[in-house]
Each structure stands twice: as structure tokens, then as C-alpha cells.
């Protein structure tokens, strides 16, 4: 009995050891939405690294944080701050947009 | 005008395409009618509901709300798709012959309709809550010059709905003995692509592992940023940067529920036999 715990609590182990094996992760980056414009617009991250976004919202209308090359689609509320991961990126120029706005509300993530 | 035209469409399409095809897949299950109404209104109520509380919903699991409540209902329709397709594997050849008559077999597509109004509901809700809330902020922004913004998001929904219904009726016009064919392999990718973007929301959240974050990149071939990608991610699952788990899910989900469609042929002949 003793013996099939132990395996059981080694399996679990494992498999939490699996589930947490991330990438090296980079420090956080804040964003603000403001009049339907992204400050900052170009923000630069390390390549290879996993990487996370904080987006606050200070319009006053809904807007939509999304981007295909990050993968990322995510609805922001008036005053809210919502976090995004993504990468790991290859070096390159990442476009992001607020997907409500999509003229006036862009910006580029640039991995290096 | 133009530009909420294009986002409005994008999205009601996206829904569309799935409606489209349950609408095929379920064509031969008598008296669905009121099933695939109380699916599009209980999607419409569920769209109106998630963009009322959808501030609330992201704060929820540590600003993962939205994420996860995303992956927990595809994870459910995708349930409901494989239920459909176990069921149809034993019921759907037959129904196109002799057995819309019987009780037995009415209460049992009674089941699977409601299977598959939860996948129509499912479907509007997610598209639905994003366009719900587009709309409210052109509405509270610019009440004035809304009216423009507003007729652009009526003629996308229009052009959608009319995209759908157009694949609903193409869908139709496949003779009868193949169309049980083209649309359980449809519905099984439906819901492989459903399971896939769930795994990949989850693993982007780090709830599950990755599995590698990005297998390949055809995004130069196919972005999902344009609407033939979004189209072809909300039929087929395609992802221009797809995830190791999201691939592994797809497969998964694809070859199970094929199996679960295909595996009926034997008890069906059996069964004729015996009536």
C-alpha cells in the first residue's frame, strides 16, 4: 500500500514538475489605453522568453486587446486591467491592436 | 461604417459557420424547429448576459476569467458534439427512411437536439458577447454619429447570417446518402478545432502544459487575423501558430469523434435486419 502511495505521489510530482516547466519568463509590461491610443506603442521584449502584459484600460468605452501573431484576444472594461501572456516570440515586429478601434488604438511588440 | 461592418461580420460569421453546419447535421431529426429557436435565443440572452458581467468575469481565477470561461464552454459543446455524432452514427441513415414515425426514436432525437441547440446557444454567445459590446461602445461613445456605425454592424450581421444560411443550403443540396457523411466529418472538425483552442487558451494561462508554444508558423500563407484564417479556425480549427497541446487535443478530438460517427455501420445493418 505504502509503496503504491509513494508511486502515486511521485507520478503527481512528475507530472506537476511537467506542468510548470516554463520557459524563462521576462518582467512584466504595463500598457495603458487611453482616447483609443496604446502608451506606449512600441514595446520591446526578449526573444525566447515567455512574457506578460498588463493592459489598463482608461477609455470609457469597452475595447478589445487582440492580436494574431501573439495569439491573444481579450475584452478590456472601462478602468480595468486585464494580463496577457505570450510569446515565446522569434526576434521580429509584433503587431497589436485594440480590435474596437483598430485605426487610431495599434502598437508593435518587438522581440529582440 | 465600413470598419464596424468588417468587425461585426467577422464575428457573426464565425458563429455563423457553426450554426450553418448543425443546421445541416440536424436537418434529418424531425421537429427540430423548436430547438435550433431556443438555441439562438438562449445564445442571444447568453451574449446580452457575458457582456453585462464581463468585467467581473475577466477578474475572475486571478485575471483569467475570460480564458477560462471561454475553454470551459467550447469544452462543453464539444460534449455535445460527440454525443451528437454517437447518436447519429446509430440514428441518422435510418431517420432518412423509416423511422421519422417512431416515438422511440423522436424522443431520442429530442436528446440530441437539445445537444445541439447548446452548440448553437454556445457559438452566439461567444461571437455574440463581442459584438454586444462593440455596438454599446459606438452607442455611448458617439451617440450622434452612431447611426452610421450602427447600420455598418446591421448589414455585417446581414452579410453573415447570409453567408451561413448559404452553406446551410449548400450543405442541403448534397445528396442524402452523402450528407450524413460530409457533415459528422464537418461536426467532428468543429469540434476538434473547438477542443484545440480550448487546450491552447488553458496552456496559455499555464494551467496545462504547452507542449511547445509554437509548433510551425503558416501565417504567411494563412493569418488568422484575416477573415478567410478566422473562417477556417472556426470550421477546421485552424491555428497559423499552433501549440503542441492544441495539436495533440485536435488529433484527439478528431479521430474520436470520426470513430464515434463511424463505428455505427455493423449495429445499424444488424438492426435492419431485424425489423
Redesign the interface.
Not at chain 1, 501572456?85 to 515565446?88: K, N, R, T
Given at each position: 500500500m505504502a509503496e503504491k502511495d509513494i508511486i502515486f505521489s511521485r507520478l503527481a510530482l512528475s507530472l506537476a514538475a511537467?506542468?510548470?516547466?516554463?520557459?524563462a519568463m521576462a518582467a512584466p509590461l504595463h500598457l495603458v489605453l487611453e482616447s483609443h491610443h496604446f502608451t506606449p506603442d512600441h514595446i520591446t521584449v526578449p526573444a525566447g522568453k515567455?512574457f506578460k502584459l498588463l493592459v489598463t484600460s482608461h477609455d470609457?468605452?469597452?475595447?478589445?486587446f487582440e492580436s494574431?501573431?501573439l495569439?491573444v484576444e481579450?475584452?478590456?472594461?472601462p478602468g480595468?486591467t486585464?494580463?496577457v501572456?505570450?510569446?515565446?516570440l522569434s526576434p521580429g515586429r509584433y503587431k497589436f491592436y485594440d480590435?474596437?478601434h483598430?485605426?487610431s488604438a495599434h502598437g508593435i511588440v518587438e522581440a529582440k | 461604417m465600413l470598419?464596424s461592418f468588417i468587425?461585426v461580420f467577422r464575428e457573426v460569421l464565425e458563429a455563423g459557420l457553426i450554426v450553418g453546419i448543425v443546421l445541416a447535421a440536424t436537418a434529418e431529426i424531425p421537429r427540430r424547429a423548436p430547438y435550433l429557436w431556443g438555441g439562438l435565443l438562449a445564445g442571444f440572452a447568453g451574449a446580452g448576459l457575458v457582456a453585462a458581467i464581463?468585467?467581473e468575469l475577466?477578474?475572475a481565477f486571478a485575471?483569467?476569467g475570460?480564458?477560462v470561461f471561454d475553454a470551459a464552454i467550447l469544452g462543453f459543446a464539444v460534449l455535445m458534439l460527440g454525443w451528437h455524432a454517437a447518436w447519429m452514427s446509430r440514428h441518422g441513415r435510418e431517420m432518412a427512411n423509416q423511422m421519422r414515425e417512431m416515438g422511440a426514436e423522436i424522443a431520442a432525437g429530442h436528446r440530441t437536439m437539445l445537444a445541439m441547440a447548446a452548440v448553437i446557444a454556445i457559438a452566439i454567445l461567444r461571437e455574440g458577447s463581442?459584438v454586444a459590446?462593440?455596438l454599446?461602445?459606438?452607442a455611448?461613445?458617439a451617440p450622434l454619429g452612431a447611426a452610421a456605425l450602427i447600420s455598418g454592424g446591421m448589414l455585417g450581421v446581414l452579410t453573415g447570417g447570409a453567408v451561413s444560411w448559404a452553406l446551410y443550403r449548400g450543405l442541403l443540396a448534397i445528396p442524402l446518402k452523402h450528407l450524413f457523411g460530409v457533415t459528422s466529418t464537418l461536426i467532428a472538425l468543429l469540434a476538434a478545432g473547438m477542443a484545440g483552442q480550448a487546450a491552447?487558451l488553458l496552456a496559455?494561462?499555464?494551467y496545462?502544459?504547452a507542449l511547445g508554444?509554437?509548433l510551425w508558423n503558416t501565417?504567411w500563407l494563412l493569418?488568422?487575423?484575416s477573415i478567410a484564417?478566422k473562417a477556417a479556425q472556426a470550421l477546421l480549427g485552424y491555428?497559423?501558430?499552433p501549440m503542441g497541446i492544441q495539436l495533440l487535443i485536435w488529433v484527439i478530438t478528431l479521430f474520436s469523434l470520426l470513430w464515434l460517427s463511424h463505428r455505427a455501420s455493423r449495429p445499424q445493418t444488424l438492426h435492419r435486419q431485424e425489423t
Open positions: 511537467a506542468a510548470t516547466a516554463l520557459p515567455r470609457t468605452t469597452p475595447d478589445e494574431p501573431d495569439r481579450k475584452i478590456l472594461m480595468q486585464i494580463t501572456m505570450a510569446g515565446p480590435d474596437y483598430p485605426e | 470598419a468587425i464581463l468585467g475577466t477578474d485575471g483569467n475570460q480564458d463581442e459590446l462593440f454599446y461602445g459606438i455611448t461613445a491552447a496559455n494561462d499555464n496545462i502544459p508554444y509554437q501565417s493569418s488568422t487575423g484564417g491555428s497559423d501558430r
